[in-house]
């Protein structure tokens, strides 16, 4: 019964006219009221006559007072419009439902005699009558749609069971989930994406999960290692330093790399481990992996090592890997010394999780040509920002993803899948004109130093 009283309102045939009949069921009743205030101490004092009344309404000051009374019915609408929109949007959500299931025949009809005024003489006239319509719910919840269709195992069970591009692009909702029950099938969406868009200072990091949007997370701690795709102008770069500046709040420890010396590479100024030579690049990654290996070795051995235990469990911090520009870095590099890189980050994307040990990685398209041995496979968290290609978004999501993508011109706009294979919409945290990435990194790496030098003297 509980889960009966949580599917929400039913979509009814006649629900194809809802926005119409809500309009008339409200304004209406507003219209009358205001026009009656005008008269009402003339209904009150005279006697119910109809020459009498017809008489005082198409008098002039009835015909004014009518005036008065749609222009105050239309003041009232555009406010409801204005401060009641979202409620406007559930009415158009599930007019759409009903045509949907209209429009596409997914309903069955019976012939039925048409009723005559005398009930007992047949008509003679037949007219169809809707047997069978679905069941679907409509429900809005903390921001998320939640859409429930009844599973009857009849002709239309393929077709409503596949209703992902459809509610996406019809109900303008990005899809969060889909889950299959015992009776129906829930489509989960996010109602207003870009109203989920959190601000940098709201990035958080912590219990091995990082807040990137008000419904979005990477749980790098379960879904480690994240692929970033995306071109130029896309907010590729500003989305990496929101991570770093989000991470050094924490106890991580961070390794960039920026093979192009462009913004990334700024970063040595202010932090240490910041490299964009070839040969440093190369002894980073030699560095990250041999610190992998040595940890996971050291874990058993501590006392409190428990099988099947992250490093979190024993108190110990991640090590993130942020490799910008990862494609230009493998051309520059001879192909030997980019067989060995390639070895090295498939080690760490298959161990690293447990000993906390994380790739953060970024180009403008994943070819596999560059992620080869099944590596790109094993980036649970990814993220394409800007314009890209359907072939970059088949290499990102994979080739055989059932999505469709639209563009619009909003900086640090993209597509995100979380790691349950499902892609939504995403934006990536505002930053402020007035925000100096190079300041607040030195000061959090300031702070971070003067921690380490009082902890001796503790």
């Known amino acids: 019964m509980h889960l009966f009283r949580q599917r929400g309102k039913r979509i009814r045939p006649h629900d ?23 008269h009402f101490p003339f209904l ?39 401060y009641r929109y ?15 299931i209209l429009e596409n025949g ?10 005559n005024f005398f009930e007992d003489i047949s008509s003679g006239k037949s007219k169809d009558k809707i047997s069978y319509f679905p069941k679907i ?4 919840e ?46 989960v969406l996010l109602y207003d994406t870009i109203a989920n868009r959190i601000s940098i200072e709201e990035v958080i990091a912590q219990n091995g999960k990082l807040k990137l949007m008000e419904s979005v997370y990477w749980e790098y701690d379960k879904l480690p290692h994240m692929l970033i795709a995306g071109g130029t102008g896309g907010g590729k770069t500003y989305f990496i330093l929101t991570l770093i500046e989000a991470l050094l709040r924490t106890d991580a420890v961070l390794y960039v790399l920026d093979p192009k010396n462009a913004d990334l590479a700024d970063l040595a100024t202010v932090m240490p481990d910041v490299y964009y030579k070839k040969e440093d690049m190369l002894a980073c990654i030699d560095q990250f992996y041999n610190n992998m290996v040595a940890r996971s070795e050291e874990m058993k051995q501590m006392p409190n090592y428990k099988t099947g235990e992250n490093y979190a469990y024993l108190g110990l911090a991640p090590h993130f890997l942020i490799f910008d520009e990862y494609v230009s870095f493998i051309e520059m590099i001879g192909s030997k010394e980019s067989i060995a890189v390639l070895s090295k980050l498939k080690q760490i994307v298959m161990l690293g999780r447990q000993a906390g040990f994380f790739l953060i990685l970024a180009c403008q398209r994943p070819d596999a040509k560059y992620l080869g041995d099944g590596i790109r496979d094993q ?15 088949g290499m990102l999501f994979g080739a055989d993803v059932q999505k469709q993508f639209f563009l619009k011109q909003i900086k640090g706009r993209g597509y995100v899948d979380k790691g ?26 300031h702070s971070r130093q003067e921690t380490k030098q009082t902890v001796p003297e503790e």
Not at 18 to 29: D, E, P, T
Not at 137 to 140: A, H, K
């Open 44 to 82: 009150l004092t005279h006697e119910w006559q109809l020459s009498t009344f017809q008489q005082h309404f198409i008098s002039t000051y009835g015909l004014v007072t009518f005036s008065i009374s749609l222009v105050l019915t239309g003041a009232c609408a555009y406010l409801y419009c204005r």
């Open 142 to 187: 903390a921001g998320l749609l939640y859409i429930q269709v009844g599973i009857t195992l009849g002709k239309y069970q393929e077709q409503l069971l596949t209703l992902e591009k459809k509610l996406e692009s019809g109900l303008y909702c990005e899809l969060v989930s889909k889950e299959l029950h015992e009776s129906f099938v829930e489509y």
């Open 420 to 445: 349950d294979s499902v892609i939504s919409e995403f934006y990536t945290p505002l930053v402020p004109k007035e925000h100096d990435f190079l300041q607040t990194i030195a000061s959090l790496v």
């Open 106 to 115: 997914w309903y069955e009809t019976k012939q039925v005699q048409s009723i």
């Open 16 to 38: 194809a006219s809802l926005l119409m009949q809500f309009c008339l069921s409200r304004m209406g009743v507003v219209w009358l009221l205001s026009f009656l205030v005008f």
């Open 137 to 140: 719910y409509y429900r809005l």
């Open 86 to 100: 979202d409620k406007i949007r559930q009415v158009l959500h599930r007019q759409k439902l009903a045509k949907m």
């Open 379 to 393: 980036f649970n968290f990814r993220v394409g920002l800007g314009r890209m290609s359907e072939l970059g978004y």
